[in-house]
């Protein structure tokens, strides 16, 4: 249609490229899950996560994109995305997000997981698990719908299924992803009426839905960066990397493509059978 940038659609030996850096994008978040832990700095995450991406002869998608510093971004309580990692010091019961990004051979991955650190309080943990909730919900309906839209129609009904009035961020969404970070189209974390595009196979995007405990209203700070909610409340990020195939869906920076949490829900993952 007039007005719309053009989706890339891959084929299967670009979505196999773009399992590559999925894995390691899984490989630096699973490391920084690992040891994050109260006493550390956002910078002790960031650490972590280049070497790991390093070590796998990748580059990070974030570092130097439009001046970001930073290899991961680390964001603590009412910093909802794009926390630059630093001297700050984790403390018992901070609610971490952190995403991260990498590059292999030209294709791009892109994840973010949220946690509570310990002596955490239980409505953090709910707001972390219905992120989550919301993050699988939304991948299941790539794989069972027919309209893009029906990523943000499963976000809502989780969010309305858990009863907590969650605040769901509008001004930050996910996105297609591919040879560039950041491609159309848009996925929304919201119900609309615009429908958006088919699903059809060969669409990879990035789903990332955003919850806060209050207000889904957002301010950016000084720094330029960090995302906060307006009214300081607690604030989880969720994302995974999906392609999606004739067969069904491929969860590209899960380990198990995704199998776990799609089969919870009767859903089968759909890899690509790389041949050698």
């Given at each position: 249609?007039?007005?719309?940038?053009?989706?890339?659609?891959?084929?299967?030996?670009?979505?196999?490229?773009?399992?590559?850096?999925?894995?390691?994008v899984?490989?630096?978040?699973?490391?920084v899950?690992?040891?994050?832990?109260?006493?550390?700095?956002?910078?002790?995450?960031?650490?972590?996560?280049?070497?790991?991406?390093?070590?796998?002869?990748?580059?990070?998608?974030?570092?130097?994109?439009?001046?970001?510093?930073?290899?991961?971004?680390?964001?603590?309580?009412?910093?909802?995305?794009?926390?630059?990692?630093?001297?700050?010091?984790?403390?018992?019961?901070?609610v971490?997000?952190?995403?991260?990004?990498?590059?292999?051979?030209?294709?791009?991955?892109?994840?973010?997981?949220?946690?509570?650190?310990?002596?955490?309080?239980?409505?953090?943990?709910?707001?972390?698990?219905a992120?989550?909730?919301?993050?699988?919900?939304?991948?299941?309906?790539l794989?069972?719908?027919?309209?893009?839209?029906?990523?943000g129609?499963?976000?809502?009904?989780?969010?309305?299924?858990?009863?907590?009035?969650?605040?769901?961020?509008?001004?930050?969404?996910?996105?297609?992803?591919?040879?560039?970070?950041?491609?159309?189209?848009?996925?929304?974390?919201?119900?609309?009426?615009?429908?958006?595009?088919?699903?059809?196979?060969?669409?990879?995007v990035?789903?990332?839905?955003?919850?806060?405990?209050?207000?889904?209203?957002?301010?950016?700070?000084?720094?330029?960066?960090?995302?906060?909610?307006?009214d300081?409340?607690?604030?989880?990020?969720?994302?995974?990397?999906?392609?999606?195939?004739?067969?069904?869906v491929?969860?590209?920076?899960?380990?198990?493509g995704?199998?776990?949490?799609?089969?919870?829900?009767?859903?089968?993952?759909?890899?690509?059978?790389?041949?050698?």
């Amino acid at each position: 249609m007039l007005g719309r940038e053009r989706i890339e659609y891959k084929d299967d030996a670009q979505i196999t490229a773009m399992r590559a850096a999925g894995l390691v994008v899984a490989d630096a978040l699973a490391a920084v899950r690992t040891a994050m832990a109260p006493g550390m700095t956002t910078a002790d995450l960031d650490a972590i996560a280049a070497s790991v991406i390093s070590g796998a002869g990748a580059a990070p998608s974030f570092l130097g994109y439009y001046g970001y510093p930073g290899t991961i971004c680390v964001s603590v309580n009412d910093e909802v995305v794009h926390g630059i990692p630093g001297e700050r010091v984790l403390a018992p019961g901070d609610v971490v997000s952190v995403d991260c990004g990498a590059i292999v051979a030209g294709w791009h991955g892109d994840a973010a997981f949220s946690a509570v650190l310990p002596d955490a309080d239980p409505d953090d943990l709910a707001l972390v698990e219905a992120t989550e909730q919301a993050l699988w919900a939304g991948i299941a309906a790539l794989a069972k719908g027919d309209r893009l839209a029906g990523v943000g129609d499963a976000v809502e009904d989780v969010v309305a299924a858990s009863g907590r009035g969650y605040g769901i961020v509008q001004e930050y969404v996910g996105h297609g992803i591919g040879r560039a970070m950041h491609q159309p189209p848009d996925v929304l974390n919201y119900r609309t009426r615009e429908r958006g595009p088919r699903l059809r196979p060969g669409l990879c995007v990035a789903v990332e839905p955003m919850l806060t405990r209050g207000s889904r209203h957002t301010n950016i700070l000084a720094d330029d960066w960090t995302v906060v909610t307006v009214d300081g409340s607690r604030a989880a990020h969720a994302e995974h990397t999906v392609a999606i195939r004739e067969s069904g869906v491929w969860v590209l920076t899960a380990h198990d493509g995704g199998a776990e949490r799609l089969g919870a829900l009767g859903l089968q993952v759909a890899p690509v059978d790389v041949v050698g």
